[in-house]
């Protein structure tokens, strides 16, 4: 079973577009992740969600918006999409902000 | 915020050698987990070590939180295990911050 799952792996869009990314995680945590991973293979934190809580929101964009239905599923969704967008978008959890954390195996995203 | 500095940036290996990564942190941590970047981009969990010491057959680790520092050896090497391998430490409530990682090659 797969533990943190996202959708979709591969994402090919034109710029200006809107998309979003899915992710679910099975394993119970209270805490989920949305880490960006750039061309260089950086992994910077994006958003956390506690509790259906955003408690932590880095110097995003605010066309980023993260969406959390519930404590098992947090979204990605993305407006008028910028070539600089292109990374890998990497979901995770955890339980409690000092659990192990867990990934899941990421959404690659091309802005052409 | 906290920084993490992992050495060395690049590694070449022979296969059935030895080697030792190195990460640094600049303040004291509740949290650090190293991971394993394979060729395909999965990001495969190694060690959740914010102390101590822990062995996972050739892969082992050290974490010194007093001094600030974490180790990872891997002994034996092979060709599998060529990838690029993060350091992320944690304090209090704030997500993992990451290092910018060690690229190993490993050669037959």
């Known amino acids: 079973d797969t533990a943190v799952s996202q959708t979709p792996k591969y994402l090919v869009t034109q710029m200006g577009n809107d998309k979003s990314i899915k992710c679910e995680q099975n394993l119970g945590h209270d805490t989920m992740y949305w880490y960006k991973q750039d061309s260089k293979k950086f992994l910077k934190i994006m958003f956390s969600?506690?509790?259906?809580?955003?408690?932590i929101n880095e110097t995003v964009p605010n066309r980023f918006s993260p969406k959390s239905p519930d404590k098992a599923h947090l979204n990605l969704h993305i407006n008028s999409l910028e070539l600089g967008d292109s990374a890998v978008y990497f979901c995770?959890?955890?339980?409690?902000?000092?659990?192990?954390?867990?990934f899941g195996e990421g959404s690659r995203l091309t802005v052409l | 915020g906290i920084q993490v500095e992992q050495s060395p940036p690049d590694l070449i290996l022979q296969e059935g050698a030895n080697s030792t990564l190195r990460c640094n942190f600049s303040d004291s941590v509740n949290n650090l987990q190293w991971f394993h970047q394979n060729p395909w981009g999965q990001l495969i969990n190694l060690f959740y070590?914010?102390?101590g010491t822990k062995q996972n057959g050739r892969l082992s680790a050290t974490t010194v939180a007093t001094e600030r520092y974490s180790l990872l050896y891997i002994s034996s090497s092979q060709t599998t295990d060529s990838g690029v391998y993060f350091c992320a430490v944690g304090q209090g409530n704030t997500p993992l911050v990451f290092g910018k990682g060690t690229r190993l090659s490993v050669i037959a």
């Open positions: 969600y506690n509790n259906k809580e955003l408690i």
């Open positions: 995770a959890s955890n339980r409690g902000s000092a659990g192990e954390l867990f």
């Open positions: 070590i914010p102390s």
